[in-house]
């Protein structure tokens, strides 16, 4: 049992140093999209460090891009409740016990009765954070599994989380309308969550003021241009202060954003996602947390349409590519959605739905969102540039013309958003047979920028013949 109370979860800056090169190789692999060597760098590292929280759920992303799995496709049952080898083994030697548990998620990531196995152990080894991960895994792979869902709630309830508990139970609410302790759960869950809130901001008064010079300093320094080499070098000092302490939120947020300066998304990511939760619940962090990670899984997928592009060649390759892209879009459609459902009057968050149903092909779940994306002057144009072409795309001729014509109304100068509406406008008049009108727009751009796309070509071709 001393065995079992000397385990603790643990923070990165704790990381023994003889696993941090293990830890760098498995951030590494993941982002050139090598499953399979981060996995066994990973299961390495939670071998020795079975409290590292933030391996095991890199690890369960690296498990999930490897084996193509969806929600709804695992096997609910194996090892449910702690039954099975694993469940006796649990008793004797827990933290083996957990490192049998990954071997199986290996091979099924959102197996529902694994992850329920693993929560217990995590449970009765005081993994909290660990235990939480596992029912969230369980729930997101299962979402119609509204009792994996109850059991992550009353967890959350018990911790006095309730804000994670209230989203949980709308997320039951939604599976079953009917089910009415997962009403009552939501309503309460959201009063407590409430006042909790309050309480935190009475109470972090004194704390800001003791800060506060340290937090201006760091935001002076934020607003400094700097070369990549100082940005590395400004990285390193504020990762000593964090080490020091990593409940720093100024020096998080610092962090966060001279990664992101880095365009180090997967790592600006992590350190926006923990200034969200140190904030308790910062809707301004979220939403950076959120952005950033769509542009971590954007370039990932360039990275492997570049490797794809440079081996047009490799079957497999080229085949993994497509997967990837569709994964991506089903779960950039997901996410979307419940960005909406927190933040409905959000005219960027629709703007960022519509864009989601149009790569999707649902072009007409995608018109009314962006239309009450219109409503945000500062993405006006863009959107009407993505309803014309939603409507292209429907046969609707006539209105996608209209929603380009008022972007190009609305834009003086002719930069590059201009330039792509008009050459948008004029492929659709092609399309219409409309000669003279795409060929005006045409020479719009071709006036000013002869090298676009192929507008010299389009514009020189019609004085031939």
């Known amino acids: 049992m001393s065995d079992v109370k000397e385990v603790r979860e643990i923070t990165e800056?704790?990381?023994?140093?003889?696993?941090?090169?293990h830890w760098k190789n498995a951030k590494a692999s993941v982002e050139r999209n090598n499953q399979g060597y981060a996995i066994k760098f990973l299961q390495a590292i939670l071998k020795e460090?079975?409290?590292?929280?933030?391996?095991?759920?890199?690890?369960?992303q690296a498990e999930i891009m490897e084996t193509g799995a969806s929600p709804g496709s695992s096997k609910k049952g194996l090892f449910g409740g702690g039954s099975g080898g694993i469940g006796r083994q649990a008793k004797k030697d827990p933290t083996g016990a957990l490192v049998a548990i990954e071997k199986e998620l290996e091979k099924d990531p959102f197996n529902s009765g694994i992850n329920e196995t693993l929560h217990e152990i995590a449970l009765r080894m005081s993994l909290l954070d660990t235990a939480a991960f596992a029912l969230e895994t369980a729930r997101k792979g299962n979402p119609e599994n509204t009792k994996v869902a109850h059991k992550?709630?009353?967890?959350?309830?018990?911790?006095?989380?309730?804000?994670?508990?209230?989203?949980?139970?709308?997320?039951?609410?939604?599976?079953?309308?009917?089910?009415?302790?997962?009403?009552?759960?939501?309503?309460?869950?959201?009063?407590?969550?409430?006042?909790?809130?309050?309480?935190?901001?009475?109470?972090s008064s004194f704390q800001d003021m003791v800060k506060g010079d340290e937090a201006a300093e760091l935001e002076k320094a934020s607003r400094t241009a700097l070369?990549?080499?100082?940005?590395?070098?400004?990285?390193?000092e504020l990762g000593a202060k964090y080490e020091a302490d990593?409940?720093?939120?100024?020096?998080?947020?610092?962090?966060?954003?001279?990664?992101?300066?880095?365009?180090d998304w997967t790592t600006s990511h992590q350190f926006y996602s923990w200034a969200h939760e140190l904030s308790a619940g910062d809707v301004a962090?979220?939403?950076?947390?959120?952005?950033?990670?769509?542009?971590?899984?954007?370039?990932?997928?360039?990275?492997?349409?570049?490797?794809?592009?440079?081996?047009?060649?490799?079957?497999?390759?080229?085949?993994?590519?497509?997967?990837?892209?569709?994964?991506?879009?089903?779960?950039?459609?997901?996410?979307?959605?419940?960005?909406?459902?927190?933040?409905?009057?959000?005219?960027?968050?629709?703007?960022?739905?519509?864009?989601?149903?149009?790569?999707?092909?649902?072009?007409?779940?995608?018109?009314?969102?962006l239309q009450q994306a219109t409503r945000n002057p500062h993405i006006r144009t863009k959107v009407?540039?993505?309803?014309?072409?939603?409507?292209?795309?429907?046969?609707?001729?006539?209105?996608s013309i209209k929603q380009l014509k008022d972007a190009?109304?609305?834009?003086?100068?002719m930069d590059n958003t201009k330039k792509e509406i008009l050459y948008e406008l004029g492929v659709i008049y092609t399309k219409a047979e409309k000669k003279d009108e795409a060929l005006e727009c045409f020479k719009q751009i071709y006036e000013i920028d002869y090298g676009y796309r192929d507008v010299a070509a389009r514009v020189e071709g019609s004085y031939e013949g």
């Open 49 to 60: 460090e079975p409290g590292f929280l933030n391996a095991r759920k890199l690890l369960r």
């Open 384 to 399: 009407l540039l993505l309803l014309g072409r939603t409507f292209d795309a429907k046969g609707m001729t006539d209105l």
């Open 408 to 413: 190009n109304a609305e834009l003086t100068q």
């Open 227 to 236: 070369t990549k080499e100082q940005l590395e070098e400004r990285a390193g």
């Open 285 to 369: 962090l979220r939403n950076k947390a959120n952005e950033i990670k769509d542009l971590a899984a954007d370039q990932y997928i360039k990275d492997i349409e570049a490797s794809a592009a440079a081996d047009p060649d490799n079957a497999e390759l080229q085949a993994q590519l497509k997967e990837i892209q569709q994964d991506r879009v089903a779960e950039r459609l997901q996410e979307c959605k419940q960005r909406v459902e927190q933040n409905p009057t959000d005219p960027k968050m629709r703007y960022d739905l519509g864009q989601a149903f149009y790569d999707s092909g649902d072009y007409s779940e995608a018109i009314p969102h």
């Open 152 to 203: 992550l709630a009353n967890f959350y309830v018990a911790r006095d989380m309730h804000a994670e508990a209230s989203v949980v139970y709308r997320d039951i609410v939604k599976q079953d309308a009917g089910d009415g302790d997962a009403v009552k759960g939501e309503k309460d869950c959201s009063a407590k969550a409430s006042m909790q809130q309050n309480r935190m901001s009475e109470n």
């Open 13 to 21: 800056a704790e990381l023994p140093a003889a696993l941090k090169d």
């Open 246 to 263: 990593p409940n720093n939120l100024a020096v998080v947020k610092q962090l966060a954003l001279t990664y992101e300066q880095l365009e």
